[in-house]
């Protein structure tokens, strides 16, 4: 799944292009994406901006596009995300309320 198709008449030189489409098959791969969804242009479109600013390392390109999506490198949520933390923790508090009332 090459991003060339994503660059809109986009420049970039071959070097470049072939570490974005690495990084870009990476993410995709990372996020279990196939050919044809949708996210697979929202994920082309983070990598071309990403590279546009400098960044030239492909797995640097990967780790920071699934960041960006509030991702760890692996694809899956980060632990810290406030939001998930609070669920484990909302259910300890009310097993314990429960078992206390009985």
């Not at 990476?26 to 994920?43: F, I, N, S, Y």
């Not at 640097?60 to 632990?79: V, Y």
């Amino acid at each position: 799944m090459p991003i060339t198709s994503y660059l809109a008449h986009q420049a970039f030189d071959p070097e470049v292009i072939e570490t974005m489409s690495a990084a870009f098959v990476a993410a995709c791969d990372a996020l279990h994406l196939k050919v044809g969804d949708e996210a697979t242009r929202v994920v082309a479109e983070k990598v071309i901006n990403l590279a546009q600013r400098g960044i030239r390392d492909p797995e640097e390109l990967r780790t920071i596009t699934l960041k960006e999506f509030g991702l760890d490198e692996s694809g899956a949520p980060r632990e810290w995300t406030p939001r998930l933390r609070m669920w484990p923790v909302r259910r300890r508090v009310q097993g314990k309320a429960q078992r206390g009332s009985a």
